[in-house]
């Protein structure tokens, strides 16, 4: 499961976005630390279409079941300055932050006076290097660490010995500031430094600045195109306010405010897009499903996301585009109009694809 960590100094609006996007009920309150532990909420990956393929494999008052992917969002303690030596709740946020497979850093980018801020204004650029800053730091004492023990081991083991020179150098890059996933080294899973994450910066604005952003969101903007991240731009208030509308009302409210999506859709698109991900689709007459894989995964490793025995047997798998499967009608049409095709091991899973896989047990 895709997990994302909603990180930011307090008072950001971080529990109010989580609270609105999986209506989880968490506590956001106007002070520092409102937040003492991680939260966690699971929420369903919008995806129309399911609905529509789901549509069009129903039989009379037969139904399939429509199965989602899901992310989780875990909703992280408030940040301070020191917390890499365990100011405020430095120790839980950064063991935390180790759990997730990317960040949604949020940043304060609305002026207001009732609304505390813990430096004291609205600054973004200060607010993220505030952050990056802590982030880094732990990450250095993390390495530190690692090659005293390294150093001391190498003598007498050749792995260890390489990783030494590897480690070093994303130390030093980490000593001038830079995180590490801007470092081309590759290093063992296990060390799990904080700046190796990807990534996604999310401006809370006001719902006046929601659609044509502020200036306070173009700071974070140049920050974010430094380091090749994506911004995602949303108004926790007006995502709480979705949040207690059914679908029809949310959709009006959304036309409303002059948005397409909610930020919880464009937040998860862009995680996916952030960590490489994507979408192929299973349908029949019992069920309709979305299952997430790596960009460039092979038709085998998609198969083994529904089980071990489908990749491990791996004959052939049929492939129609979604776009394709949809003009045709059924995948019948689709077979008869030559647009679903038979694809072995080599073949390049992309985004939509509706798929089906004959293996041997």
């Known amino acids: 499961m895709l997990g994302i960590g909603i990180v930011g100094l307090p008072n950001v609006g971080k529990s109010t976005l989580f609270n609105a996007i999986t209506k989880a009920g968490v506590e956001a309150a106007n002070y520092p630390f409102a937040t003492i532990d991680k939260n966690v909420g699971v929420v369903s990956v919008p995806d129309e279409r399911l609905t529509v393929l789901r549509n069009m494999y129903t039989k009379g008052e037969r ?46 980018c609305f002026d207001d006076p009732n609304v505390i801020h813990v430096s004291g204004g609205v600054d973004p650029t200060a607010d ?66 904080l700046t190796a994450k990807p990534v996604i910066y999310v401006c809370n604005v006001a719902e006046s600045d929601v659609v044509s952003g502020n200036a306070h969101v173009e700071a974070v903007r140049a920050v974010a195109a430094k380091g090749g991240a994506d911004v995602v731009v949303i108004s926790a208030r007006i995502e709480e306010e979705l949040a207690q509308l059914d679908a029809a009302e949310a959709q009006v409210f959304l036309a409303d405010m002059g948005l397409e999506r909610p930020g919880l859709e464009r937040l998860i698109r862009t995680g996916y897009h952030t960590l490489g991900l994507l979408t192929f689709l299973t349908a029949g007459e019992k069920e309709v499903r979305a299952w997430t894989v790596r960009a460039g995964s092979k038709a085998p490793q998609a198969a083994g996301e529904i089980h071990s025995d489908f990749e491990r047997g791996f004959i052939r798998a049929e492939v129609v585009s979604y776009a394709d499967l949809v003009e045709a009608g059924s995948l019948a049409n689709a077979r008869a109009r030559g647009k679903l095709r038979v694809e072995g091991k080599e073949y390049v899973v992309q985004d939509g694809d509706v798929m089906n896989f004959l293996f041997n047990v």
């Open 128 to 193: 993220i290097e505030v952050i990056d800053t802590e982030l880094i730091l732990a990450d250095i004492a993390t390495l530190e660490k690692r090659l005293d023990r390294l150093r001391r081991s190498a003598k007498g083991n050749k792995e260890d010995a390489a990783l030494v020179p590897r480690l070093e150098q994303v130390l030093e890059r980490l000593g001038q500031g830079e995180p590490a996933r801007a470092v081309d080294a590759e290093l063992p899973a296990d060390i799990g430094l």
């Open 63 to 108: 139904t399939p079941n429509l199965v989602t992917t899901h992310v989780e969002f875990v909703d992280i303690a408030g940040l301070v300055q020191g917390a890499h030596k365990g100011e405020g709740l430095g120790n839980q946020f950064l063991a935390h932050i180790r759990e997730v497979a990317a960040i949604a850093h949020v940043v304060r």
